[in-house]
């Protein structure tokens, strides 16, 4: 069974920090997602990372994938508020049920502070 | 912008109702997806179909609920009796090709289900 995780689960930080979210994935994949959800809102797609070493780009979100260490990171540079939000990675991988699924992490709940 | 539409937004019901949610995908889209959120147990993927044939539905207690796909622009997802448990949002999400493409999935705005 697939199972993403997610670290930190809670993060406050201040605006004009730097800071890194961790997505560790337990079986081969080469596919990982990164999405953004508002309060009350749905979830929107951030990047989609396709292959080992892929690094992408986005204003101040820049994600990167390794699959042989199986772990992405999502770095926050110079937060501001507008980023604060919760933050899923998914991983597309055999879930053990006889099909292919695309497992979410439990996000990482993101509040930015003046 | 092509969206996902999810019908109703809200929903309030008592145990023991039929509730039936209902998702038009983007058009052009061949795989549509339900997912469960809640605070609890996060996002769970509760069924997915492509070309309309459903291909996992593994996550979804299967006694109570079921999804279907009349047509390429309809999918739904009844619950039949709803219980205070099944309160939760659901999410219904569309895609293109073969499994999990290299394109995100995009989601709806969420049904939001209460169940007294």
């Known amino acids: 069974e697939l199972k993403v995780e997610q670290n930190p689960l809670f993060l406050s930080m201040q605006e004009g920090k730097n800071y890194t979210i961790y997505c560790n994935y337990s079986?081969?994949?080469?596919?990982l997602y990164w999405y953004r959800q508002d309060p009350g809102k749905s979830l929107e797609s951030l990047f989609v990372?396709?292959?080992?070493?892929a690094v992408k780009q986005e204003g101040r979100l820049m994600a990167s994938l390794d699959t042989k260490a199986r772990l992405s990171t999502l770095h926050i540079t110079a937060a501001v508020h507008d980023l604060s939000a919760t933050y899923f990675c998914?991983?597309?991988?055999?879930?053990?049920?006889?099909?292919?699924?695309?497992?979410f992490g439990k996000g990482t709940k993101l509040s930015v502070i003046p | 912008d092509a969206r996902v539409t999810q019908t109703p937004r809200h929903k309030v019901t008592e145990m023991g109702q039929e509730v039936t949610m209902r998702c038009q995908p983007i058009?052009?889209?061949?795989?549509v997806f339900w997912y469960r959120q809640t605070m609890m147990q996060g996002l769970e993927l509760l069924a997915y179909?492509?070309?309309?044939?459903?291909l996992d539905d593994s996550g979804m207690p299967k006694d109570r609920f079921s999804a279907e796909m009349p047509d390429a622009t309809l999918a739904t997802l009844k619950i039949q009796p709803s219980e205070p448990r099944d309160s939760a949002v659901y999410f219904c999400?569309?895609?293109w090709g073969q499994g999990f493409s290299n394109q995100p999935q995009h989601f709806g705005d969420g049904t939001r289900l209460s169940i007294l």
């Open positions: 079986t081969t994949s080469d596919r």
């Open positions: 998914a991983v597309d991988g055999y879930s053990g049920a006889g099909s292919y699924q695309l497992t």
């Open positions: 999400a569309s895609g």
């Open positions: 179909f492509r070309n309309r044939a459903p």
């Open positions: 058009l052009g889209h061949n795989t």
């Open positions: 990372l396709l292959s080992n070493g």
